[in-house]
């Protein structure tokens, strides 16, 4: 590999930096929903479905989108998302009415997706005796965007308001748009295919490899039980006992934090090849951090020890999954990682959905039960993953 297409510390830095920025889009909502819901004066579960409209909006670029960096020069892709998603953030800011607002929140999902084209493009880059650590690297990126985002977005809406959170979000992604022109390599021209053989294609490679679809599998329940928690969190912590302001809600993100240490352990097991331990390991956390949330709902010990071993568990399992993935087509990764990424945050969707709808019903309790299920969901069929691997597929998967 030449020097020039060569994943260099900087170029992590940078393509990490761009990453956790764009994915930054997806959680902004979650500390403000509160305020977003008295502004346009709807229920809570009509403003805790915006999470979900832009998590089904991520999904569809995912299938769309995502697959297109298999085909066009990924440089020139990843910076006409960033331009679009920007002007969509700028856009929803000035929306009056919950209706343009909640097409919006689709459209914003729609371009978030870049991250997702970033990333195995790092994988391309990488050296690939060190890959897992690189994703691992990548994925702190990814991590770092969806928690600290809700930190920034809590203290800005203090000062700037809800609104004023969309509008300084749209500015940085352009700022990340000139900064990846710049910076980002050049490639060798891509394949002649056509836009429908290649959406076949992805569909294709779910169909044929049986280590994607398990992994398809693991990353949506995961992510869906991450999901679970941060839709409904900024309703728990507003209610009583806690009646938290905006700001401090959104320092519950720093929490999450602690799941950048399971990103880079992943990364370091699955070098190792030791992605099924990892993956066992971080589907537990997952089930136990929802134990954690609903035997004491009303401590910040029980809160804040729950969130950081879900966050730590849900990247366990996300991080592995993507370093068994990208092993499996080395020439196709877009599309691997396309129909991998649309079980993830189909997942995620899901999660949403159900958690919205159980705490309308039964609060906290109903939270913690659905979150408990999609942990069960993840960790019983890892358990027998290794036996499964040896009889489906000889190669390690």
């Not at 969309?166 to 022109?181: E, K, P, T």
């Not at 134990?291 to 879900?310: S, Y």
């Not at 019983?380 to 489906?392: I, M, T, W």
């Given at each position: 590999?030449?020097?020039?297409?060569?994943?260099?510390?900087?170029?992590?830095?940078?393509?990490?930096?761009?990453?956790?920025?764009?994915?930054?889009?997806?959680?902004?909502?979650?500390?403000?929903?509160?305020?977003?819901?008295?502004?346009?004066?709807?229920?809570?579960?009509?403003?805790?479905?915006?999470?979900?409209?832009?998590?089904?909006?991520?999904?569809?670029?995912?299938?769309?989108?995502?697959?297109?960096?298999?085909?066009?020069?990924?440089?020139?892709?990843?910076?006409?998302?960033?331009?679009?998603?920007?002007?969509?953030?700028?856009?929803?800011?000035?929306?009056?009415?919950?209706?343009?607002?909640?097409?919006?929140?689709?459209?914003?999902?729609?371009?978030?997706?870049?991250?997702?084209?970033?990333?195995?493009?790092?994988?391309?880059?990488?050296?690939?005796?060190?890959?897992?650590?690189?994703?691992?690297?990548?994925?702190t990126g990814l991590l770092a965007g969806a928690l600290l985002?809700?930190?920034?977005?809590?203290?800005?809406?203090?000062?700037?308001?809800?609104?004023?959170?969309?509008?300084?979000?749209?500015?940085?992604?352009?700022?990340?748009?000139?900064?990846?022109?710049?910076?980002?390599?050049?490639?060798?021209?891509r394949p002649r295919v056509s836009y429908r053989e290649l959406?076949?294609?992805?569909?294709?490679?779910?169909?044929?490899?049986?280590?994607?679809?398990?992994?398809?599998?693991?990353?949506?329940?995961?992510?869906?039980?991450?999901?679970?928690?941060?839709?409904?969190?900024?309703?728990?912590?507003?209610?009583?006992?806690?009646?938290?302001?905006?700001?401090?809600?959104?320092?519950?993100?720093?929490?999450?934090?602690?799941?950048?240490?399971?990103?880079?352990?992943?990364?370091?097991?699955?070098?190792?090849?030791?992605?099924?331990?990892?993956?066992?390991?971080?589907?537990?956390?997952?089930?136990?951090?929802?134990?954690?949330?609903?035997?004491?709902?009303?401590?910040?010990?029980?809160?804040?020890?729950?969130?950081?071993?879900?966050?730590?568990?849900?990247?366990?399992?996300?991080?592995?999954?993507?370093?068994?993935?990208?092993?499996?087509?080395?020439?196709?990764?877009?599309?691997?990682?396309?129909?991998?990424?649309?079980?993830?945050?189909?997942?995620?969707?899901?999660?949403?959905?159900?958690?919205?709808?159980?705490?309308?019903?039964?609060?906290?309790?109903?939270?913690?039960?659905?979150?408990?299920?999609?942990?069960?969901?993840?960790?019983?069929?890892?358990?027998?993953?290794?036996?499964?691997?040896?009889?489906?597929?000889?190669?390690?998967?």
């Amino acid at each position: 590999m030449s020097s020039a297409r060569r994943l260099t510390p900087m170029l992590t830095g940078v393509m990490a930096l761009a990453i956790g920025t764009i994915v930054a889009n997806l959680y902004y909502l979650q500390p403000l929903l509160h305020l977003i819901r008295g502004d346009f004066r709807v229920s809570t579960f009509a403003a805790s479905s915006l999470v979900t409209l832009m998590q089904a909006g991520y999904a569809v670029g995912l299938i769309t989108l995502v697959p297109l960096g298999d085909l066009v020069a990924r440089r020139r892709l990843v910076v006409g998302i960033f331009v679009a998603s920007a002007l969509s953030m700028e856009l929803a800011s000035l929306a009056r009415s919950y209706g343009l607002f909640a097409l919006l929140t689709v459209v914003i999902g729609l371009t978030s997706i870049a991250g997702q084209i970033l990333i195995p493009f790092g994988a391309d880059l990488a050296d690939p005796a060190t890959r897992g650590r690189s994703v691992g690297r990548l994925m702190t990126g990814l991590l770092a965007g969806a928690l600290l985002s809700r930190t920034v977005s809590g203290f800005l809406s203090e000062s700037v308001g809800w609104r004023g959170v969309f509008r300084v979000a749209g500015l940085a992604l352009l700022v990340i748009a000139l900064l990846l022109s710049r910076v980002l390599p050049d490639e060798a021209p891509r394949p002649r295919v056509s836009y429908r053989e290649l959406l076949r294609g992805t569909f294709q490679l779910f169909a044929a490899s049986a280590p994607l679809r398990r992994r398809c599998w693991y990353g949506a329940t995961a992510f869906g039980a991450f999901s679970v928690l941060w839709t409904t969190l900024a309703f728990h912590l507003a209610a009583r006992p806690f009646s938290y302001s905006s700001g401090v809600i959104g320092l519950f993100g720093l929490v999450g934090m602690a799941g950048i240490l399971g990103a880079n352990l992943a990364g370091r097991g699955a070098d190792a090849r030791r992605e099924h331990e990892a993956t066992r390991i971080g589907a537990a956390a997952v089930l136990v951090s929802f134990l954690l949330l609903g035997l004491a709902p009303g401590t910040l010990l029980g809160v804040v020890a729950g969130i950081v071993v879900l966050d730590a568990g849900t990247q366990m399992v996300h991080v592995s999954n993507q370093s068994v993935i990208y092993a499996l087509a080395p020439d196709q990764r877009s599309r691997v990682n396309s129909v991998y990424m649309l079980s993830f945050f189909t997942g995620a969707t899901l999660g949403s959905l159900f958690s919205a709808s159980a705490y309308s019903h039964w609060g906290w309790t109903g939270t913690c039960v659905v979150g408990a299920l999609f942990g069960l969901g993840a960790l019983v069929p890892s358990l027998f993953e290794r036996q499964r691997a040896a009889l489906s597929d000889p190669a390690p998967a």
